[in-house]
């Protein structure tokens, strides 16, 4: 089955800086990647994602950029702000509708004021 | 809010016991998702429903975990003989119809503790 590794699993920054999450995946038949923010107590939320016959998609501050050669996607964030601290998850999906989601382990990201 | 709505928020429970997890999803969705979070980890997919039918099961880790849906919008998760490791976070998600393009959207999670 799929397996979706995801690095940094903790990550610090000062606010106004820009963050970077890197995933790797291992089936080279997924072809839907989305990225979700996890707030404290609260349920995964979708910031973006992308589909395998993209390379790059952005949405204001964040970006998300995708090389299936090499089978691995990162999530950008641009002039971070204390509200984007939160735990970060890639997926990766066969299906790409997103029905059936492999989870990365999670990245704590920390902005400091 | 009209979000996906999981009771119990939380649930403690012996091990051995038999405990309902239930989710209702946003109203009109026809697809419907649980997923299981243990602490510091990511969500692991458990089974994915399309209408009352489940559409894929695989993720369900044996035979004491079982979950219906029988009309389509309210699902429950059933789990019998409890064990200490089966305490985690279930997760329920729902989307309009599980088409490419269409988000799903999760509950805040029900957190089981089996002790």
């Known amino acids: 089955g799929e397996n979706v590794e995801q690095h940094p699993s903790t990550l610090s920054v000062q606010e106004g800086d820009s963050a970077v999450i890197k995933c790797t995946y291992s089936d080279s038949a997924s072809n839907y990647f989305p990225w979700y923010k996890q707030e404290l107590g609260k349920g995964p939320q979708l910031i973006i994602d992308i589909r395998s016959n993209v390379g790059e998609k952005k949405d204001q501050r964040i970006a998300v950029t995708l090389n299936k050669t090499a089978k691995h996607f990162s999530l950008h964030i641009t002039e971070t702000q204390p509200e984007d601290s939160a735990v970060y998850f890639c997926a990766a999906s066969l299906d790409n509708a997103g029905n059936m989601l492999t989870f990365g382990g999670g990245t704590r990201l920390m902005v400091k004021p | ?115």
């Open chain 2, 1 to 115: 809010g009209a979000g996906v709505s999981q009771t119990p928020s939380n649930k403690v429970t012996e091990k051995g016991k038999y405990v309902e997890l239930r989710c209702d999803p946003i109203s009109g969705h026809t697809a419907l998702y649980w997923y299981r979070q243990s602490l510091g980890q990511g969500p692991e997919f458990l089974i994915y429903f399309q209408g009352t039918g489940a559409a894929d099961d695989s993720g369900l880790p044996n035979d004491r975990f079982f979950a219906v849906r029988p009309e389509g919008s309210v699902s429950t998760l059933k789990i019998q003989r409890t064990e200490r490791g089966d305490s985690a976070v279930y997760l329920c998600a729902s989307s309009v119809n599980g088409a490419a393009s269409t988000e799903a959207f999760f509950g805040q999670g029900t957190r089981l503790t089996v002790v």
